[in-house]
Structures are given as structure tokens and as C-alpha cells.
């Protein structure tokens, strides 16, 4: 049994959000799959500029969550661009059982709620 490595279940979120964006009309100028490496995507949707920031999230943990502190510093980046700042969580579990780690030979189950944009904070 190989269970899947961070970069394996990033690289699994990452394309599950961009099949996503491409079937919502988003055009990928900058596709950045390394860990860490921020913001994933860089499009452009009816000529707008967006940075999109992808994480895996296993389960129980809320694949809507975020670090508020992280992503307003990534919305600060973005404004300098005049792009708009979204967050994709992606939950990623074994669909078998929830509980046991995800593996190559698994099915997964997938929890992915779309694009959140980020606000300023006021």
C-alpha cells in the first residue's frame, strides 16, 4: 500500500480545482504545483486578473478553513496587481473510511465547495 505524499495530494487538489476554473471559463497564465509555491494559479476571466491559492485538506479537518493571516498577506500581493484573491480547499479522504490515510490504489472521496474570494479585512 502506498499512501500519497503532501505533494501527491496537493498536485490530486490542484486538479480538481483547475478542471474547475476551466469549466467556469478561467484562462491559466501561471500554473505553479509546487508546495508552498504561492498563489497555484494565476488566470484571467473576462480580461480580470485572479490569483487562486489551492490547498489539500485531510479529513476532519474543514477544507473551507483558512489562515486568515496567509491569505490577506497573498490579497495584499494581488491588489499591487490589481487581481482578485481567491482560496480552493480542497477535502481529500479515502472513500472506504474516512479515518484510514488515502493510497494510490484507493477511491477518494472529494470535498471541494468552489472558488472563496478573500475580502480586505475591516
Known amino acids: 500500500m502506498k499512501i500519497l505524499k503532501k505533494q501527491e495530494l496537493h498536485n490530486l487538489a490542484m486538479e480538481v480545482v483547475g478542471k474547475r476554473m476551466e ?4 484562462e491559466f497564465m501561471t500554473v505553479n504545483s509546487e508546495l508552498k509555491n504561492d498563489p497555484q494559479f494565476v488566470c484571467l476571466k473576462d480580461k480580470k486578473l485572479y490569483f487562486v491559492i489551492v490547498r489539500s485538506v485531510s479529513y476532519p479537518k474543514n477544507p473551507m478553513d483558512y489562515d ?8 495584499s500581493h494581488a491588489e499591487k ?16 473510511n474516512y479515518e484510514l490515510p488515502l ?3 484507493d ?16
Open 23 to 26: 469549466e467556469e471559463g478561467f
Open 68 to 75: 486568515k493571516v496567509f491569505m490577506e498577506t497573498v490579497r
Open 81 to 96: 496587481f490589481e487581481a482578485t484573491t481567491y482560496y480552493a480547499g480542497v477535502g481529500l479522504a479515502n472513500a472506504e
Open 103 to 105: 493510497n494510490k490504489k
Open 107 to 122: 477511491s477518494y472521496a472529494i470535498n471541494f465547495q468552489g472558488l472563496q474570494k478573500i475580502e480586505p479585512h475591516a
